[in-house]
Structures are given as C-alpha cells and as structure tokens.
C-alpha cells in the first residue's frame, strides 16, 4: 500500500531561517511526488513536483529514492510563506493501479515569525 | 479562465439525508478527481473519471456513495443516507488529460464544499 508520511504537524520558524519540511513515502514501484500548498483562505495549489526539478517560491525539494523521502526546502524563510503544506504521490507508470489519483500526508502547517 | 468550481461551499444536512455535491471542472480538462479531507487530515481520494466513465471508484467507502459525470464535464457526487462521519470537505480537482509526458498531468482543485451531518 502506498503512504505519505509528514512527522511535523506544526513547524514555526523566524523569517531569514531556513526551513525544512519532511515527507518520507512508501511505494512499491516508481512513484510521482508532489508538494501542495494551500495558502489561508485560498484552495489547494501545486508549489512543485520533483519531475519537473524546479524552484519554486524559493522552495526545492530532491527525490531521495534510497530513503523514499522528498523534502522540502527554503534558504531563507518569509512570512508570506506561512500556510499548510502536503506532501503527495501518484504512481509514476502510466497503466498502473494508482496513476493519476494524489496519496496525501497529513499535512504540516508552517509559521514564519516576523 | 475560471478554476474548478464547486457547489455549494457549504451544506448543512441532518443524519439519514441525502445529498448532492457538484463539481465545475475547468473548461477542456478530461480527466475529473474526488477527494474527501477530513478534519485534520490530508485529502483523501474518492473517485476518478476519465471522460464521462469512472476510470477508479477504489476510494469510495461504501455504496452510499456514488458519482456521475454524465456529459464528461460537470460530476457530481451523491451521498445517500448519510451519516455524522461523513461530514468532511469534499474536493475536486481537474487536469488536462490523466498523463502528459513524462508524468501525470498537474491536478488544479476546487474550493471544496463542507458537508456537516447533524
């Protein structure tokens, strides 16, 4: 079966500092990762996904297929980044079982301190 | 041009109702996603359609639920006899086509309605 695993529900940072926001995965098979972001009041967005190996806003995130983790990260942290972040994945085999539908994690919210 | 839609944001319903939630994909997208988030929790996936059939209903909890997208355009997602546990925001998303080179194409998401089962 497939999962997402964010351990921190909450993340607070002051603005400048660096932020990392962990996302580790279980999935037999080639998977597709994403990072959503869902800023307040406004719905779910695509921040970035690791196919397309862009900077986002700043953020980057590596695929690390040996510790099945994709974790996202920021030099220097801004307040207008404070939001909710999920990490997710599909498969990445076109045909197979879980392509094209989103396995999310729960979630962590980040708050970057003035 | 406009994102998904989807009506209504709110809906207030009491145990044992039934309900109907709606989902304006953007305009050209085939492929059209449900997904139920829980207080909580990440947004968990319902059901998928590609075009006007259902390409993976796997996400459905039980035959209370069903989905249609008759025309390949708008669904909507139809909940009978619902139950206090149901009550979530319900999300859609759209893209363009299932895959595009290289990968899955993005998914864009609506708003969501709030369902609340008293």
């Known amino acids: 079966a497939q999962r997402v695993t964010q351990p921190e529900k909450l993340l607070s940072v002051f603005k400048g500092a660096p932020v990392e926001l962990k996302c580790n995965y279980s999935?037999?098979?080639?998977?597709?990762l994403f990072w959503y972001v869902q800023y307040s009041r406004q719905r779910l967005q695509l921040l970035l996904r690791?196919?397309s190996r862009e900077s986002i806003k700043g953020f980057t995130a590596d695929l690390n297929k040996g510790e099945t983790s994709f974790h996202l990260k920021k030099p220097f942290a801004q307040e207008e980044d404070s939001a909710m972040y999920y990490c997710?994945?599909?498969?990445?085999?076109?045909?197979?079982?879980?392509?094209?539908?989103?396995?999310f994690g729960q979630g962590t919210i980040l708050t970057v301190h003035p | 041009g406009a994102g998904v839609s989807q009506t209504p944001s709110n809906k207030v319903t009491e145990k044992g109702k039934y309900v109907e939630l709606r989902c304006d994909p953007i305009?050209?997208?085939?492929?059209l996603y449900w997904y139920r988030q829980s207080l909580g929790q990440g947004p968990e996936f319902l059901i998928y359609?590609?075009?006007?059939?259902?390409?993976?209903d796997s996400g459905l909890p039980n035959d209370r639920f069903f989905a249609v997208r008759p025309e390949g355009s708008v669904s909507t997602l139809k909940i009978q006899r619902t139950e206090r546990g149901d009550s979530a925001v319900y999300l859609c998303?759209?893209?363009?086509?299932?895959?595009?080179?290289?990968?899955?194409?993005?998914?864009?998401f609506g708003p969501g309605t709030r369902l609340t089962v008293l």
């Open positions: 999935y037999s098979g080639s998977p597709e």
């Open positions: 690791h196919i």
């Open positions: 997710a994945l599909t498969g990445g085999n076109a045909g197979g079982t879980s392509y094209g539908k989103l396995t």
């Open positions: 998303a759209s893209s363009l086509n299932p895959t595009v080179a290289g990968g899955p194409d993005t998914q864009y």
């Open positions: 359609f590609q075009g006007t059939g259902a390409a993976d």
């Open positions: 305009s050209g997208h085939t492929a």
